[in-house]
């Protein structure tokens, strides 16, 4: 015999084995709840004083009797019930309002974090009778701005509603929004961005967040902007608008929250919790778009050192939750094995992909060193993500990196010799871009890869102006260089996609800049910027010592 749950305290042993009686009850499908499970209920509930409330499955079996007092109920953690299909739990929950109030907000708020079929209030009439009846139920889409809808009755023989055949066009409803099309098979997200006083940043952050959610392959279900004067320290935001975050995932066939911001391990947790959603942050999801992306080994070895970094704070034993957080959103590190949740297996791991990062990057030394005695100038490409870096290397190298209308395409840098109209070469460099608050175990991860750029004798910084956050990126990129101690490298400033500008905007930055403009992908514009290259390559040539590379007079 299955046991009342909630506040069972002071009940008589007749009082339980009456709650536990109402496990036998069984609604036929199409009712909400039978008159005479309705007056059972009233009836006990009045004998008790207490709210009492039942979890009816799809079957229309009892799953749950719950005791709450007289003002309310606590519902229990809900498994996942079994067998069931959709984006609901499969439960619904009827129980007893002792003071004839409506459905509370609390109920609502149950309904949606609950994911529940439906809720409903029971008024019990002074004496235990049944009186009126409140049945809500969530909708598949916002109607004027409400997300559930409320049906009465001064009776529940007088509630006009098949409950079968409801659930079963809820869930075809949502079934169907969640299809939508042009993102089969995409893990769709909810994007939050959170922000203080500063709307147009945080409107800019929130674009970029999107970029990177496409980039990494997920479809944008929603990108909301949640402005707050004050940050709840637990959840970011209210309870409230929270589980209507709920409702809004549930309605766009989501189960993936992003923040654009920094959560602490403890913030997601809390997050998770409550919302049963999975939660990750922007600094996961770079990890996850740099796992998607990288190729060389270095690169594997670097990202996912930088996700175990990651992950390690973020553990707490064993549980469900956790394989919702370690899940990221391919659900995979970018070894060949999905990323151990066990701490102590993740610290050996993390000693082992140190050892081999050092093997790896021994060799590279080496490379280096054979680089260096030979001695040609080395000019590196850097610049934001997407800023047409590798479009560029490939138009002056012809080399074939792949160029794609995605942040990060490039993660492992490419070097190739690149010959001037006067014979002359030097060595280029493609290499991983950059962005704004790069998390840091990315940034020391990829430190390696960027130590290549001390090699460098000019910088190229590619400039995306047809980009409305141009300005921000370059300060974004001259920071990291600042960071990366590189700041005494001469840079020439590249002004690009200026097919997609007002050309009047691309000649003002170039002078303001002492940069050039360009089109990576005319290679008609390209001649200025080559005569500008060797011409800095030609005055650094001179103070290094590079004597071949001097300007020589017959040329
Ligand atoms: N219209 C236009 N598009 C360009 C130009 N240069 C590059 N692109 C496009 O911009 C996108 C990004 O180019 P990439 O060369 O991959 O940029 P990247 O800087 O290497 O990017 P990551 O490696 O991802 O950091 C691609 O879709 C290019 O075709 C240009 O001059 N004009
Ligand atoms: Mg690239």
């Excluded at 079963?168 to 997200?189: F, H, K, Y």
């Excluded at 060949?336 to 791991?349: G, K, N, P, S």
């Excluded at 047809?466 to 990126?473: A, D, H, I, L």
């Excluded at 000649?507 to 050039?516: D, F, I, T």
Aim: glycine share 8%; with cysteine; hydrophobic share 40%.
């Amino acid at each position: 015999m299955e046991r009342p749950l909630g506040n069972l305290l002071g009940l008589k042993h007749q009082q339980v084995r009456q709650l536990e009686r109402l496990y036998r009850r069984k609604v036929p499908p199409g009712e909400l709840v039978t008159p005479e499970l309705a007056r059972q209920l009233t009836e006990i509930s009045w004998d008790l004083h207490r709210q009492v409330g039942l979890l009816v499955d799809r079957t229309g079996a009892v799953a749950c009797v719950i005791v709450g007092d007289a003002k309310g109920l606590l519902i229990p953690e809900l498994p996942r019930m079994r067998g069931v299909k959709g984006r609901l739990k499969g439960l619904r929950l009827i129980h007893t309002h002792l003071d004839g109030s409506p459905l509370s907000h609390d109920d609502l708020m149950d309904l949606a974090l609950l994911r529940l079929d439906a809720v409903a209030a029971l008024t019990v009439n002074p004496g235990g009778l049944p009186g009126a009846v409140e049945m809500a139920h969530l909708l598949p889409q916002a109607e004027d701005g409400r997300n559930w809808t409320i049906l009465k009755a001064d009776h529940v023989t007088r509630l006009k509603v098949d409950f079968d055949m409801l659930v079963t066009s809820l869930e075809e409803e949502l079934a169907r929004v969640g299809r939508a099309d042009g993102d089969a098979g995409r893990e769709r997200a909810i994007l939050i961005g959170v922000s203080g006083k500063n709307r147009a940043a945080a409107e800019d952050s929130l674009a970029e967040l999107t970029e990177l959610a496409q980039s990494a392959g997920l479809a944008v279900a929603a990108a909301i902007l949640q402005q707050r004067p004050r940050f709840d320290p637990r959840f970011l935001m209210g309870k409230g608008r929270l589980s209507e975050l709920v409702i809004q995932a549930l309605q766009a066939g989501s189960d993936l929250l992003v923040f654009d911001a920094e959560l602490s391990p403890s913030q997601v947790r809390s997050i998770t919790d409550f919302t049963e959603l999975k939660v990750i942050d922007r600094t996961q999801l770079i990890l996850d778009l740099f796992a998607q992306r990288a190729r060389s080994r270095e690169g594997k070895l670097q990202v996912e050192m930088a996700q175990v970094k990651y992950l390690l704070p973020r553990l707490r034993g064993r549980d469900d939750a956790l394989s919702r957080l370690t899940g990221g959103i391919g659900g995979r590190g970018p070894g060949e094995t999905r990323l151990e949740i066990d701490r102590r297996r993740l610290q050996e791991r993390l000693q082992r992909l140190q050892e081999e990062l050092n093997r790896v990057r021994a060799e590279r030394r080496v490379r280096r060193g054979l680089r260096r005695r030979h001695r040609l100038p080395v000019l590196s490409i850097i610049g934001y993500t997407n800023a047409g870096k590798s479009t560029l290397f490939n138009a002056l190298t012809h080399a074939a990196v792949p160029a794609e209308d995605r942040l990060f395409a490039t993660l492992d840098p490419t070097s190739r010799r690149l010959r001037f109209p006067r014979e002359r070469e030097v060595i280029i460099t493609d290499t991983v871009g950059f962005i704004r608050n790069l998390p840091k175990n990315l940034l020391e991860a990829f430190k390696a890869t960027l130590e290549e750029l001390e090699d460098a004798d000019l910088l190229i910084h590619v400039i995306d102006l047809s980009n409305p956050r141009f300005e921000e990126q370059m300060a974004a990129v001259d920071h990291i260089l600042a960071s990366l101690g590189l700041t005494d490298k001469p840079v020439l400033k590249v002004f690009n996609k200026l097919d997609r500008v007002d050309p009047r905007l691309a000649a003002l930055q170039a002078r303001l800049h002492q940069g050039v403009a360009i089109s990576a992908l005319d290679p008609a514009t390209l001649p200025p910027l080559l005569t500008r290259l060797e011409d800095q390559v030609s005055q650094v040539a001179q103070t290094i010592g590079l004597h071949h590379w001097a300007p020589t007079p017959e040329a």
